[in-house]
Every structure is written in structure tokens, then in C-alpha cells.
């Protein structure tokens, strides 16, 4: 079993639409968690750090459920600006040592 | 803000040949540095953690006599394709964490290596 595991889609949507991704993690050590965006052949970059407390930066939200190991991403009114890959991120513990896991493809149609 | 440069973005060679891949921490000091592969479609593998004045650490499965790192000042890591052969074509990626609450990490831009 991957340490970070996300359904790799594609998700095509439409503009105006809300999509949801999901990511799980195995290790309970795992302290810091992020979603990361990555255009096609760049490098990632971060989207936002995900909290247990769930945080929202626009039209974007983000939760953590600990006690299920799941991170969650929320993208609302979907933008053709938003079509790239999202990447759920997991720092084990203290080494700055980041999990990536396999990215979920979102294409935004017109 | 702080900004991670990688040097080159983009080399083409022949096999057997080596090639040197600079990652530099632009506005801040970093310790450690890491070092990832990116076959294309699939996500980032972490190869190697680089440390300012010591060795570097290999994740399993990474030939340290193939992927040579040397993380020289407090500002630049370099890795060393020795030898490198079709198979290691690759985009090949480094970050650099800053502290703080979240130990963020900021990558650099990339370097697309293919060997002929």
C-alpha cells in the first residue's frame, strides 16, 4: 500500500462546477500536510497547508480528518485556469521529508 | 518571497556522459535540500536528502554512486548524473524546506534531463 494514496482521475468538469478530492495516508506519525498544484511539466506549487481546523483560501478548502488519516481538497466554481494536477502532500514527522502522492488530474471544460 | 533556482532547466546528452544539476536557495539558508525524480504521468519520487556538511541520505532503491550530491554552502546542493544512460531521462526536481510552523518546502523550477 502507497503512504499517500489519491485517485489519479482525470476529473473533467464543468466551469462553474464544484469537485472534490480525496487522500488518504497511512502513517499516523505524519504531522503537516499540503495540497500542491502542478502545471504541466513545472514544477509543484503550493496550493495551501491543510489544518485540522480545515482552511479556506477562496474558493478553495481544505480538512483534515486525523483519526481517518484523509485529507480532503474542496474547489468551487471551477475556473479553465484550475485544469492541472493537485498533489496531496504528507511530512513525515520532523525531517521536512515530504510524501507525495500520485496527483489527481482536474481538466476544466468550457 | 523565497525562491529556489535550478541550473540548467533543460540538458540533452549522450550516453556514458555526466551531468551536473546546481539547486540553489536564493534568499535563505538551507541545511538540507532534497532531491526528486518525476517520470512523466507519474508523481514525484524523493530520491536523496542533501545535508550542508555531511553526506547525503539515500532513499532506498537510489545507487548513491550513481547520483552523486554534494551539498557545498548553506545555498547550493548539486547532484551528479554519473554515467547516465536512457533510463535516467527524467525530470529531476529540488526543493528547499524553510522553517516554520509548517515546514514548507519550496521546489525549483526543474531540470528535464534526456539521455540520447
Known amino acids: 500500500r502507497k503512504e499517500v494514496e489519491q485517485d489519479p482521475g482525470p476529473f473533467n468538469v464543468p466551469e462553474g462546477a464544484t469537485v472534490a478530492f480525496n487522500c488518504t495516508y497511512s502513517?499516523?506519525?505524519?504531522?503537516?500536510f499540503f495540497w500542491y498544484r502542478q502545471d504541466c511539466r513545472k514544477e509543484p506549487k503550493l496550493l495551501m497547508s491543510v489544518y485540522s481546523s480545515g482552511n479556506e483560501d477562496g474558493r478553495f478548502t481544505a480538512q483534515l480528518n486525523r483519526a481517518s488519516q484523509y485529507i480532503s481538497l474542496l474547489i468551487r466554481d471551477s475556473k479553465l485556469s484550475d485544469s492541472a494536477t493537485y498533489l496531496c502532500v504528507v511530512n513525515r514527522g520532523r525531517t521536512y521529508k515530504y510524501i507525495f502522492g500520485t496527483g489527481t488530474r482536474l481538466k476544466v471544460l468550457a | 518571497g523565497a525562491v529556489v533556482s535550478q541550473h540548467p532547466s533543460r540538458v540533452i546528452c549522450k550516453s556514458g556522459t555526466s551531468v551536473k544539476i546546481e539547486c540553489r536557495s536564493l534568499d535563505f539558508q538551507a541545511t538540507t535540500m532534497f532531491w526528486y525524480r518525476q517520470f512523466p504521468k507519474k508523481s514525484l519520487m524523493l530520491m536523496a536528502t542533501s545535508n550542508e556538511g555531511s553526506k547525503a541520505t539515500y532513499e532506498q532503491g537510489v545507487e548513491k554512486d550513481k547520483f552523486l550530491i554534494n551539498h557545498a554552502s548553506l545555498t547550493l546542493s548539486t547532484l551528479t548524473v554519473t554515467s547516465a544512460h536512457p533510463e535516467d531521462s527524467s525530470f529531476y526536481i529540488c526543493?528547499?524546506?524553510?522553517?516554520?510552523?509548517?515546514?514548507?518546502?519550496?521546489f525549483g523550477p526543474g531540470t528535464r534531463l534526456t539521455v540520447l
Open positions: 526543493s528547499a524546506p524553510r522553517s516554520g510552523r509548517d515546514n514548507e518546502q519550496f
Open positions: 502513517n499516523s506519525a505524519s504531522q503537516s
